[in-house]
């Protein structure tokens, strides 16, 4: 047994971040991703329990970002977590989600199956990402029609940078004791979408909207993203319960976690703004 990590989706929004840390701390990692491209990774692909099982060889924790194509987590992420536990992997961290409580849908499956039988664990469930404007779905829109779509109305978020959440998943990964919890990330304030665009226009010097859906409307526009019929209904949901109060909190888990305060919007904005 070495003291190797695993770092699944190495290459993905908080993964990409979870290694660079890593490697800045001189740990011993290998990146599960299914295309390999460099020495220090490895094949690994959800959809392939078989061939993923090699990579979990000398692996003492595991960073598990659980596959984006799929609803049906607990159908398709424990099998290979069990290959793990068989090939001596002692700690998990997963990334979940602040709205998917132990035992709810997606990711909310495997942590239940964590908690039952794995003997370290640690479940991380940040809030929305600061990244979703910079990276993902608001990104095209801001740029091209100085607009952000949401069903969110005026609900508020504790939105989070993902670089915070990868150093929530390093001291996870490397603290002596295994926390063995569920611990909810959020930035250090809760903001509407209204107020992102705000902070968006100040700093572009251009008018960003807000622009209100209702949930019909957000799930049309997720599938013309790209999104299946099913997963765009949850996206769209959460947007509902988001509407509602869902995420309107702040937490200290980061600087728990971590020992330092999370990034503002603000200060992301700032950093990120050339992307707009």
Same mark, same amino acid.
């Given at each position: ?25 001189? !740990?011993?990692? /290998? ?11 490895? #094949? ?16 003492? &924790?595991?960073?598990? !970002? &659980? ?5 049906? %987590? ?36 495997? %942590?239940?199956?964590? &908690?039952?039988? =794995?003997?370290?664990?640690? *479940? ?11 990276? $993902? ?8 029609? #100085? ?9 508020? *978020? ?10 929530? =998943?390093?001291? &996870?990964? +490397?603290?002596?004791?295994? =926390?063995?919890?569920?611990? @909810? ?10 107020? !992102? ?5 100040? !700093?572009?010097? /251009?008018?960003?909207? %807000? *622009? ?5 409307? +957000?799930?049309? %526009? ?6 299946? $019929?099913?997963?765009?209904? @949850? ?8 509407? $509602?109060? #869902?995420?309107?909190?702040?937490? #200290? ?6 020992? /330092? ?16």
């Amino acid at each position: 047994m070495t003291d190797r990590i695993l770092v699944i989706g190495g290459t993905g929004k908080t993964g990409r971040y979870v290694a660079e840390s890593l490697k800045a701390k001189k !740990v011993t990692f /290998r990146i599960g991703t299914r295309n390999p491209r460099e020495t220090n990774h490895v #094949s690994f692909d959800w959809m392939n329990p078989t061939a993923s099982a090699p990579a979990f060889e000398g692996v003492r &924790a595991a960073y598990v !970002v &659980a596959p984006t194509n799929t609803s049906d %987590h607990e159908k398709v992420v424990p099998p290979i977590l069990e290959t793990a536990l068989k090939a001596g992997v002692q700690r998990f961290v997963l990334l979940s989600a602040s709205s998917l409580e132990r035992g709810g849908p997606m990711m909310g499956q495997v %942590h239940d199956w964590l &908690a039952l039988n =794995a003997r370290e664990w640690t *479940v991380l469930r940040p809030t929305w990402f600061m990244q979703n404007f910079s990276e $993902q779905q608001h990104l095209p829109t801001i740029r091209e029609e #100085s607009a952000i779509y949401s069903a969110t109305g005026e609900g508020r *978020v504790g939105f989070i940078d993902t670089a915070d959440i990868a150093e929530c =998943a390093v001291a &996870a990964l +490397l603290s002596e004791q295994s =926390a063995n919890s569920d611990f @909810i990330l959020t930035g250090p304030e809760a903001l509407s979408y209204s107020d !992102v665009a705000a902070q968006l226009s100040k !700093v572009l010097a /251009r008018k960003i909207d %807000h *622009v209100q859906l209702t949930l019909e409307q +957000l799930i049309e %526009h997720l599938k013309r993203g790209g999104l299946p $019929q099913e997963y765009a209904e @949850i996206l769209a949901g959460m947007d509902i319960n988001i509407s $509602q109060g #869902s995420e309107n909190r702040v937490t #200290s888990c980061v600087k728990d976690l971590t020992g /330092r305060a999370p990034q503002s919007m603000q200060a992301f904005i700032l950093r990120e703004k050339q992307v707009w």
